[in-house]
Structure formats: structure tokens, C-alpha cells
């Protein structure tokens, strides 16, 4: 990159650091809390602003705010609320850049990957305002008199929404779009490590349009808040996108409650590579979709099971590939893996390393931590090993586990001999074969012939202990949607009414 492309991307971070809010939005206000949190920046381990630590009374007062706006949210035309929906949307293509820039300071991931992320965050504001003109109900006919039965589709009141630091504003708009979509009022928590992606995001909605006490944001401890989220009689539903561990936690401090329930949780996707596959297609997708966030998502591959015939070929393309990742900060020019989120994550990666070549695996490039420090770990492939480690621990890093197989039934066997069931992935040409196993697998979501398939499109969730529900999509609506059944006894029917069934 030339120098007036390196000046860019540092006056793009100048830009981020301008994005900094420092207060909490609660029930309208721009508030500070009791003591404040320090947010840092994972690649230059810096501190890069603060975010209020609330206290459950501010707490409290954003969910009260959530109920009383209700009604009047709620009760506003569809196409209103959508209109609102669109003019975030624009308000967050207008500020794209500064934007990225943020989520590239909080959450470490190259610039071009964290503007790429607000263009998928949009997605979903974009969608969901097509939601709002769509909430059709259904005119049902009765088989007592010439009744009919309106199905009417309402939302399902003021709503809690926890999110994770590794999409800081797709996860969200992701949650909160479906729900302004549907009429329901949204009191957030985002991640302490990433809070100011969802503040400027807030800010954008508020210009908006969207009305005081409608959205609040939440920033502090998890103990503190997810408490009263999870307690309060008021707030009627809570969307959670997190591990599994944390996902039982909350569920069953909603249960007194009875909150309606939206449960993200943890993967660890299988993707498996037949024979027959395009191999060069295998090998290109496996490295966008396992490398996204230096491997921090809950989608991507955790193991990849290669058929013996191509075993080796793979191997030897995947490993050139991955050597040739550049690993930087995320305003470097050409960087293409950041940092870690943290130092337990780069622990947890080494763990991995350390315990496949202890089980007998072999480190094909990469393995251990980056020579310029801090919380960056190399793009590594591992070749075999145990490969149980990695069905059942998400390894949530840079690095690639592969191992060999010889049948269709045993390769099924071992992507559903996990407790999780988010997404999985493979690779054939035969298309018989491709609709056989998408069946078989016990996955939420599955790839064929594509290693990403993360948009707005998408019905995404899991099955098993990656949870329920589905975010996105025309279903992702629904999580915020009752149905209410009105029964019209009509008189404007046709003849004489018949005998009730016997
Ligand atoms: C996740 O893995 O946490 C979300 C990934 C996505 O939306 O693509």
C-alpha cells in the first residue's frame, strides 16, 4: 500500500476514536453510571475510553422506560415503524466508515472485515423495515357457523437483548431490527469488551427517529444488569447470543418469569470435504469462513474432515494458504487477522495446540503465539490428533484441525457426535450426495460448497446445545411476534346456519 493509503487508514482510526461515546443511554438520556469500565483495544492492549457502569436502579429505569414506550410503539403504523427502520439504515450507510473504524478499536479485526461487518449489520435493519409492511395475519375459517377466525400477529411486549463482543453491531441490529420491526421496545446489553459500537448505533437510531425509552443500552456488569433483565415481570422476552453455559444460566433465571426465549449459543461446525469436492473452491472457502475474526465466531469450521483420497492435496493447499495470512493490527495496511479478544482466548488456543501434538497431531504451520506479542496468535493447521477435542470444545481462534475419513456413514457419525448443532459445512459435486447428507446432519444451518453463509437472508440458529430460535430471515420476525386469535361471529352469512358437528 502507497503512503496516502496508510495516512488513510490511520485517519480512519482518528475518525473511530471521534465515534467514542462515554455515557449509557437510558430512557432517553445520555447517562453515566456508578464508577465506569475500562474498554481496550485488543491490538495495541491500550485503553481506548470508558463505558458507565450502571447500577440496577439505572437499570431498572431503562426497562420501566421500555414498558411505558410500549403502548405507543406498539400502536404506531407499520409502515411508520419501517420508515424509521429505513432512515437508520441510511444514517448507518452515511457513517459506514466511522463506524468500522470503531469496531475495528474495540474488537481488534482488520478494518476492512469490521466495515464489511456494518454493511452486514445494515442488512438486517434493511430487511426488517421490509418486515414491518409484511406482518400479515391469517383469516381462518371456522367449523362453527359461518364464524372466521382472525389470526392477528402483535409484539410480544418490551424485550432484553444480551450480545457477545464478536460481531459488536451485526448482533445487534440483528435482535433489535426484527424487534422495532415487529413493534416491541428493546433494553440492551452489549458486551463489556465492545460497548461502543452499540452506543453509536444507538445514536443513529435515535436520530432516526426512534423514540425515547424505545431503545436503551445498557453498559457495566453482567451481574449487576443481566439480574433485573432477567427478573423483571415487564420485559416479556429475552434474545441471548453467547455460549452455551451462560444460555442455561439465563434461561432458567427467566423461567419464574416465563420469558419468551431466543437462544445463539455455541458451535463446533464440522466441515467435511468429499472426494468428489472442487478442491481448490474447498480449500479457498474453508479459509474465509474459519480465519473471519481470527476465528472467533461461533459459525465457523471448529474441525474439517477431508476424504483419504484428497487427504494429503488438501493439506498441502490449506497449509500454503494459511501461511500467507498476514497478521496485524487492524489499521495496518494488508492485515487480514487481528488480535484475539483477549489473553484467556489466546490461552484457550494454545491449549488446543498443545493438546492435539499431545495426542499425536502434527502442526503444519503456525502453533503458537505471534512473534509481535500481545494477544496474537499465528494462522495455524493441525493435522490430526484427537479429534473429540474439537467436537466438543469450540476453540474460538486461528486454527484449523483436519482430519481423515473414508465413508459417507462415518463422516456423518462424526460431525453429529457433537452435543452442538449450529452450523456445518461440506463440499461434494454430487448433488444426490449433497441433499443425503445435508439431511442427515444435525445442524441448524448447512453449508454446501460455501464456507460463509452469514447475511440476512439466512434463518440462522442451531439445534441441540447450540439453542433455539432463528435470527434473520422472514422466521427471525417471528421471535418477536404472539399470535392473538379473535373469533368474529359473523352475521352476514350465507343461509342458515348448519347443525354444529356432531
Ligand atoms: C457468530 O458466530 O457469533 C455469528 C456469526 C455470524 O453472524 O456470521
Not at 470508558?50 to 406498539?74: G, I, N, R, Y
Amino acid at each position: 500500500m502507497d503512503e496516502a493509503g496508510v495516512s488513510k487508514l490511520q485517519a480512519l482510526k482518528v475518525q473511530g476514536e471521534g465515534m467514542i461515546r462515554e455515557q449509557a443511554l437510558v430512557a432517553g438520556d445520555w447517562v453515566d453510571g456508578q464508577g465506569r469500565i475500562e474498554v481496550e483495544d485488543p491490538a495495541e492492549e491500550t485503553v481506548i475510553g470508558h463505558a458507565p457502569k450502571l447500577s440496577a436502579a439505572q437499570v431498572e429505569t431503562a426497562v420501566k422506560a421500555a414498558s411505558d414506550a410500549f403502548p405507543a410503539w406498539a400502536g404506531m403504523r407499520e409502515f411508520e415503524r419501517a420508515a424509521i427502520l429505513r432512515r437508520w439504515g441510511e444514517l448507518i450507510d452515511r457513517d459506514i466508515d466511522g463506524l468500522g473504524a470503531l469496531l475495528s478499536l474495540e474488537n481488534g479485526k482488520p478494518f476492512a472485515e469490521a466495515r464489511g461487518e456494518i454493511g452486514y449489520a445494515n442488512q438486517f435493519v434493511k430487511w426488517f423495515a421490509g418486515e414491518a409492511e409484511r406482518l400479515n395475519g391469517a383469516w381462518i375459517p371456522s367449523p362453527t357457523a359461518h364464524d372466521r377466525i382472525l389470526a392477528m400477529r402483535q409484539p410480544v411486549g418490551p424485550v432484553a437483548a444480551i450480545t457477545p463482543w464478536n460481531f459488536p453491531a451485526a448482533m445487534i441490529t440483528r435482535k433489535v431490527a426484527p424487534a422495532f420491526a415487529a413493534g416491541c421496545t428493546v433494553v440492551l446489553k452489549p458486551a463489556s469488551a465492545t460497548p461502543f459500537s452499540a452506543l453509536a448505533l444507538a445514536a443513529l437510531a435515535l436520530e432516526a427517529g426512534v423514540p425515547p425509552g424505545v431503545f436503551s443500552v445498557m453498559t457495566g456488569e453482567s451481574g449487576v444488569i443481566a439480574p433485573v433483565l432477567t427478573s423483571s415481570p415487564l420485559l416479556r422476552k429475552l434474545s441471548f447470543t453467547g455460549s452455551t453455559g451462560v444460555g442455561r444460566e439465563l434461561m432458567a433465571a427467566c423461567a419464574p418469569t416465563l420469558k419468551r426465549l431466543s437462544m445463539e449459543l455455541g458451535g463446533a461446525a464440522p466441515l467435511i470435504v468429499f472426494e468428489d469436492a472442487d478442491l481448490e473452491l474447498a480449500v479457498a472457502e474453508t479459509v474465509k469462513g474459519k480465519f473471519r475474526c481470527a476465528g472467533q465466531t461461533c459459525v465457523c469450521p471448529n474441525r474439517v474432515y477431508v476424504h483419504v483420497d484428497i487427504y494429503d492435496a488438501f493439506l498441502e493447499r490449506l497449509t500454503a494458504r494459511v501461511a500467507a495470512l498476514k497478521v496485524g493490527a487492524p489499521f495496518e495496511p494488508g492485515a487480514e487477522i487481528g488480535p484475539l479478544i483477549d489473553l484467556k482466548g489466546l490461552e484457550k488456543v494454545e491449549d488446543h495446540v498443545q493438546r492435539t501434538v499431545a495426542r499425536g497431531g502434527r502442526v503444519l504451520t503456525g502453533g503458537e503465539r505471534h512473534e509481535r506479542g500481545g494477544r496474537f496468535f499465528q494462522p495455524t493447521v493441525l493435522d490430526g490428533g484427537d479429534e473429540t477435542l474439537f467436537r466438543d470444545e469450540e476453540t474460538f481462534g486461528p486454527v484449523v484441525p483436519v482430519f481423515p475419513f473414508r465413508t459417507e456413514e462415518e463422516v456423518i457419525a462424526l460431525a453429529n457426535a457433537s452435543e452442538f448443532g449450529l452450523a456445518s459445512y461440506l463440499f461434494s459435486e454430487n448433488l444426490n450426495r449433497v441433499m443425503r447428507v445435508a439431511a442427515a446432519i444435525e445442524a441448524g444451518m448447512v453449508g454446501v460448497n460455501v464456507g460463509l453463509m452469514s447475511n440476512a437472508a439466512n434463518p440462522f440458529g442451531g439445534v441441540k446445545q447450540s439453542g433455539f430460535g432463528r435470527e434473520g430471515s422472514i422466521y427471525g420476525i417471528e421471535e418477536y411476534l404472539q399470535v392473538k386469535a379473535v373469533t368474529l361471529g359473523l352475521r352476514w352469512a350465507m343461509g342458515p346456519k348448519p347443525a354444529p358437528p356432531v
